[in-house]
């Protein structure tokens, strides 16, 4: 892939996903990329993009996430290229 710095794709997920910020400061809670996924913390247990499309792969529900930054742990040592095991998911 070339890097020219164009932007890929865009989402305003508070509008398209009915995500719902906890406060004014909105979302500070950065994403996780994993492989070909975006994993954010911006439902009660979070939401997943493709990272190539921005296309939404999963959400659990609709409120408010939490102020913690997504985290990955992965016991799949024979393929460690599949997504991590994320609490809510």
Known sequence: MQKTGKVIWFRDIVKEEGVKLRD????????????????????????ALDARTGKTLWK?????????????V??????PSRDPLLPGS
């Open 74 to 79: 992965s016991n799949r040592a024979e393929d």
């Open 60 to 72: 659990s529900g609709n409120g408010p996430g939490a102020y913690a930054t997504p985290g990955a």
């Open 24 to 47: 004014s400061a909105g979302s500070l809670v950065p994403p996780l990329c994993w492989v070909t996924k975006w994993f954010l913390n911006s439902s009660p247990g979070g939401m």
